[in-house]
């Protein structure tokens, strides 16, 4: 599973067990995205409630939505959400991004171009390393303590500059080898 699904559930185990203050903390877990691969043989919100049985918290699951559906729904609950990507691979994820723009408290798993995306003194409670533990004790921390606001590791306008050069790049390649065709 690429997008770390796995070890967002295992790390719920771990909390569950050797975090409890956190876990009392914890109210809700909202799935939000789009997996269409079975899970444990199971349709994945049968399994993301099967492997929360028993946690205590209420579990909702969001498939098929629009993207200003998310981003509207976790604005709306910024003052009390935290939102996780523990994704297993990534190249620079614009959810990251996203994430700075709503001002929503977010934790990541320290793939790919994720780091670069935030400043080094947020690099520590932000990011985690993608296995249960590492991800368990961030979530705890943030849990127990709250979530200070994230400074990201460049600017907006930067991002913007670095990624339109690479689309524009890319198509103008992609032009020419059509022509060449």
Not at 87 to 107: G, H, K, Q, Y
Request: aromatic share 12%; net charge positive; proline share 5%.
């Amino acid at each position: 599973m690429l997008k770390g699904i796995d070890i967002f559930l295992d790390a719920l185990d771990v909390l569950k067990l050797q975090h409890p203050k956190a876990m009392a903390n914890l109210k809700k877990i909202t799935f939000m995205g789009k997996v269409t691969a079975d899970m444990g043989g199971m349709k994945p919100p049968t399994y993301f409630r099967y492997r929360t049985n028993g946690m205590g918290v209420e579990v909702q699951v969001f498939e098929g939505k629009t993207r200003d559906f998310y981003w509207d729904y976790l604005r709306s609950r910024r003052s009390h959400a935290v939102v996780t990507f523990p994704s297993r691979v990534e190249n620079s994820p614009t959810v990251v991004l996203e994430a700075f723009m709503n001002d929503i408290c977010f934790l990541a798993s320290d793939v790919g171009g994720t780091p670069e995306l935030l400043h080094p003194d947020s690099r520590s409670t932000r990011l985690f390393a993608r296995n249960k533990k590492s991800f368990a004790e961030k979530m705890a921390a943030m849990l127990e303590n709250g979530c200070a606001p994230a400074r990201p590791g460049v600017t907006f306008a930067e991002v913007n500059r670095r990624h339109l050069g690479i689309y524009t790049t890319c198509w103008i390649l992609y032009l020419h080898n059509y022509r060449m065709a």
